[in-house]
């Protein structure tokens, strides 16, 4: 049986929905690198961090912060990561203005290439007459994004190589995500 996968995302039309900022230490000073929690790769333990609000709202399970997008989620989503994804992601705990309850960035370590550039309604890849050297063959715009599943393997969490800003998870995660009750985040087959 075919294995079905889907980008998790965040909820733009969530009623009252709360809006986050990018994270900073206690100390209110930003992280020198945001754009590394968006990276696909493995971040050093940043210490304490603390998400502020730029609109109070709903508190959503799954969120991202405005500028880089870094995926903030609640402890019962970070659960369902720990346990079907624990060697795909790394959970740093976040403190978020007004609540309790405990929230993690989401990092989503593993880049896999399986873009189906023929299957999505558009990707266009950087060239060298771009002027971007350091893009060179990398997505530059891809619309309607579909995947090659076969080139996925055993993954079950994972970013596309050459465009990391979706979060891709497979059928099981997404499943295991929907029975938790997930308020903020929405799926989009792939």
């Known amino acids: 049986m075919p294995r079905h996968f889907f980008e998790l995302d965040f909820d733009i039309d969530a009623p009252g929905r709360w809006y986050l900022r990018e994270p900073t230490g206690l100390n209110g000073k930003t992280v020198p690198d945001i754009w590394a929690f968006v990276s696909g ?79 999505c309604e558009e990707a266009r890849r950087w060239t060298p007459e771009d002027g971007r050297p350091d893009k060179v063959g990398e997505y530059h715009v891809v619309s309607g994004l579909r995947i090659d599943a076969s080139k996925v393997g055993g993954a079950a969490v994972f970013r596309p190589w050459g465009y990391l800003l979706p979060i891709i998870v497979d059928g099981q995660l997404k499943a295991a995500l929907e029975q938790t009750g997930i308020v903020g985040g929405q799926f989009v087959e792939v």
């Open 41 to 119: 790769k493995a971040v050093t333990e940043p210490g304490p961090l603390r998400v502020p609000l730029s609109r109070p709202g709903q508190a959503l399970d799954f969120d991202k912060t405005t500028v880089a997008g870094t995926p903030i989620v609640s402890g019962r989503i970070a659960s369902v990561f720990r346990e079907l994804a624990p060697d795909d992601v790394q959970l740093f705990p976040v403190e978020i203005q007004g609540q309790a309850e405990p929230f993690y960035l989401l990092n989503v370590m593993r880049v896999i290439r399986c873009i189906d550039d023929a299957a």
